[in-house]
């Protein structure tokens, strides 16, 4: 039972064998199996084993012998480019080779920095006096969710961690794993978390495995990951665009650190953009003020004049997103016409290079709650112009017109209330308005609505009453009262012999009393 115990699994066949014997056995199942696949016996199939397969995971395992300079030289030679070596400088002679042959990978991937130092924006996350910082520095990684929108900076971070862990392997050797939600299953996850496990016991090596859209993990697949983080088989980073407290669990969110990433400044993008100018085009030159058709030729000595007010206009157009913006310069540089002579990219090509057709707005995630929370919140505060922004916001974005008008019914009767009873009957009208003729007609309804609500005078007398209404039942100590008898109906002869009806005057009555007796003195509209 004891030597089963201190029995090391392999990751290839999963038989157990001694310590002493495992690296062996793992190399010589390793060349079998490989062997196999070479000679065309080894069948494809969707499976966690065909993942390692893959993904190429025995490379972790070390050689026996060392590698000599030559075979050094050639893996650095292989290895070399994006990732923890930074970007390469992009190897385009002239203009016509770019627009015949392209860039070799999307620009944004290029362009991810490989260093802290490179990191743009998120100063308060990970500027040089924020604990995250020194944590990195320090190469210590604990669980981590980044939350933040698109083109923030979340993969980009996981990515520094990775370089950086990497970079000191002999302080504290690590491994990392990239998936991604969208098309990973709880079987691919188990496969990995069974070679980390191997990897920890057998070489002492940390595994980090980095989950991109992590959310779309449902509550199940994420139950995988609780005990291998818990006792740190793996160091988990999620990388997710909907609010952790609803698309996690909470158990996993308590073993995570959740860091929360903002949207990116426009002066932000415009430093992304320029250093990927810098680093990734060398044929191109960065003019801060533009050139007349005669000075084109004699400003630059470049192939390529880039105007800054360019790269000024595409940071301000993208909403925070540097992927859009790399994107967006991307198709720019790409669709430069060949020809011998220099090449502009001014403000008319970045418009025609990214047309700008929708904002930033999610229907089913957190845009969705808290637009229409501004909105509400400026319709009670009487602002109507600020009301007509966010109303506009949501319906350039492709909110369902029907959710907005049933928003406008509630404010009307929760905020306007008895000051205007009209409002009501103006949101209710609006709501058929809206199913009747639909977009793009219906918005001036919706507009007419919302400056409506927002001008109108305001009453919250009866919501406040029925929230105290409300609390009076729900902290009832004890039965809830019963209706009093003379308020009951007595709709059959059994009924009025038990007294139901009893002493009920149809007439107004100031004595008679329509609250249980229990409730005698209570007063639901008494502010205080």
């Known amino acids: 039972m004891s030597e089963r115990a201190n029995a090391v699994k392999c990751p290839m066949c999963f038989k157990h064998f001694s310590s002493p014997l495992i690296f062996s056995h793992v190399q010589h199942c390793n060349g079998t199996k490989s062997n196999e696949t070479s000679s065309g016996h080894a069948t494809e199939k969707t499976s966690a084993p065909n993942l390692l397969k893959r993904s190429s995971p025995w490379s972790q395992f070390p050689n026996s012998r060392k ?11 292989k290895n070399a480019g994006v990732g923890c070596h930074g970007p390469n400088t992009l190897n385009v002679s002239t203009t016509s080779k770019l627009q015949t042959t392209g860039f070799p990978r999307p620009l944004a991937e290029m362009a991810r ?14 500027g040089r006096e924020t604990s995250l910082f020194q944590l990195i520095n320090n190469n210590i990684t604990p669980s981590m969710i980044f939350w933040g929108p698109p083109g923030c900076g979340k993969t980009t971070l996981a990515n520094i961690i990775a370089c950086k862990a990497r970079a ?5 050797p690590v491994r990392f794993v990239k998936l991604s939600a969208t098309n990973t299953g709880k079987a691919d996850v188990q496969a990995i978390i069974r070679v980390a496990a191997n990897e920890k016991k057998m070489f002492q090596r940390r595994t980090i495995l980095f989950i991109d859209e992590i959310h779309r993990f449902n509550k199940l697949q994420q139950d995988t990951f609780l005990p291998h983080v818990e006792n740190g088989t793996i160091v988990l980073l999620g990388a997710t ?8 669990n909470s158990a996993l969110l308590s073993r995570c650190r959740v860091v929360v990433l903002n949207k990116l400044s426009p002066s932000d993008v415009e430093s992304v953009l320029t250093r990927a100018v810098k680093m990734l085009l060398p044929n191109a030159d960065v003019i801060s003020h533009k050139l007349t058709t005669d000075e084109i030729d004699t400003g630059s000595d470049k192939e390529i004049v880039i105007y800054q007010s360019a790269l000024q206009l595409l940071a301000n157009v993208c909403d925070g997103d540097a992927r ?15 020809s011998d ?8 090509l970045i418009n025609k290079s990214l ?15 808290e637009v229409i929370s501004a909105l509400h919140k400026s319709i009670r505060g009487g602002d109507d112009n600020a009301a007509l922004y966010w109303l506009t916001r949501m319906i350039v974005g492709g909110e369902d017109p029907k959710f907005i008008a049933r928003r406008l019914i509630r404010i009307a009767s929760e905020d306007v209330g008895l000051a205007d009873s009209n409002a009501l009957n103006l949101a209710v009208s609006t709501y058929h ?15 007419q609505c919302v400056v409506y609500l927002s001008r109108a005078p305001k009453s919250v007398e009866a919501y406040l009453a029925l929230e105290k209404a409300k609390s009076c039942i729900k902290d009832c100590k004890g039965a809830i009262p019963s209706v009093p008898l003379h308020l009951r109906n007595a709709s059959t002869k059994l009924m009025k012999d038990l007294g139901y009806g009893a002493g009920y005057k149809y007439e107004y009555d100031p004595d008679q009393t329509y609250l249980p007796a229990e409730l005698k003195g209570v007063n639901f509209f008494v502010t205080g």
């Open 67 to 77: 590698l000599g300079k030559k075979e050094e030289a050639e893996t650095s030679s």
């Open 113 to 126: 920095p490989a260093t802290l130092e490179e990191f743009v924006g998120q100063v308060k996350v990970v």
């Open 168 to 172: 000191s392997p002999n302080k504290n």
């Open 241 to 248: 665009t909907e609010n952790p407290s609803f698309s996690l």
């Open 324 to 338: 859009t913006a790399l994107n967006g310069l991307q198709i720019a540089v790409e669709s430069l016409k060949s």
């Open 341 to 348: 002579g220099k090449q502009v990219i001014d403000d008319a």
């Open 355 to 369: 047309e700008r057709s929708h904002v930033l707005y999610d229907r089913s995630g957190d845009q969705h709650y």
């Open 433 to 447: 308005a809206v199913i009747y003729i639909g977009l793009p007609e219906c918005d001036a309804s919706l507009a």
